[in-house]
């Protein structure tokens, strides 16, 4: 399956962003879904993950509470929903499979193609 992420951008501080990942080429209804995100100087961290059938979700602590993250198996597409974005959470977020059958979700990840979240002060 091949994944493309986009929805990112430049935002204010407190904004919002839905990103949005498409998945082609396989059988998206069979991986764990995931979003990562890397910062400059950073290392890649988890965001967020979803199980197959979508019933089972998963954040990062810095994330909890203000993220939703959802998949359209009819349409091979997962989303992102983070709200109340802070300069921190400036990075480029990366949507992931897992082929693991498995929850809690876990590696090995394979990432597609990221798109670049900016939040202004």
């Known amino acids: 399956v091949q994944l493309q992420a986009s929805g990112g951008g430049l935002v204010q501080t407190g904004g919002s962003l839905r990103l949005s990942c498409a998945a082609s080429?396989?059988?998206?209804?069979?991986?764990?879904m995931g979003w990562f995100r890397q910062a400059p100087g950073k290392d890649r961290e988890f965001v967020a993950a979803?199980?197959?059938?979508?019933?089972?979700?998963r954040y990062a602590d810095f994330v909890k509470g203000r993220s939703t993250v959802s998949r359209d198996n009819a349409k091979n597409t997962v989303w992102l929903q983070v709200n109340d974005l802070g300069p921190e959470d400036t990075a480029v977020y990366y949507c992931a499979q897992s082929r693991v059958y498995a929850w809690p979700p876990r590696a090995p990840w394979e990432w597609g193609q990221g798109t670049q979240v900016t939040v202004s002060s």
């Open positions: 979803i199980s197959r059938d979508g019933g089972n979700t």
């Open positions: 080429g396989g059988t998206f209804s069979s991986r764990t």
